[in-house]
Nanobody
């Protein structure tokens, strides 16, 4: 599998970013796809998970601010809409399938700073 993330960048506190992740090699629909992040000095943590098109799970810090979706024609592409970003949301955001021993993207840097 090959996961490619995009959409990171520098944003001011309170701003928004939209990340995307596409799996480009597998020829099967991947039911569950995940977003993780690793912030400076912290362990990698789950941000959100989507199974199918509507079954979503969020970390407590993401609830109400982040939205994971899979609403395009390619079912192996997911999105993470992030709003009301805080400096503590800074980190590298990774796309993942099949869990810790599965496949990971290269990550996309999100920096929230004024």
């Amino acid at each position: 599998a090959h996961l490619v993330e995009s959409g990171g960048g520098l944003v001011q506190p309170g701003g928004s970013l939209n990340l995307s992740c596409s799996e480009t090699e597998l020829r099967v629909v991947i039911r569950t796809m995940n977003w993780y992040r690793q912030s400076p000095g912290k362990e990698r943590e789950l941000v959100a998970r989507i199974s199918g098109r509507t079954d979503t799970t969020y970390a407590e810090f993401a609830k109400g601010r982040f939205t994971i979706s899979r609403d395009g024609p390619d079912e192996n592409t997911i999105f993470l809409g992030m709003k009301k970003l805080k400096p503590e949301d800074t980190g590298v955001y990774y796309c993942n399938i099949y869990g810790d021993d599965g496949y990971w993207g290269q990550g996309t840097q999100v920096t929230v700073s004024s």
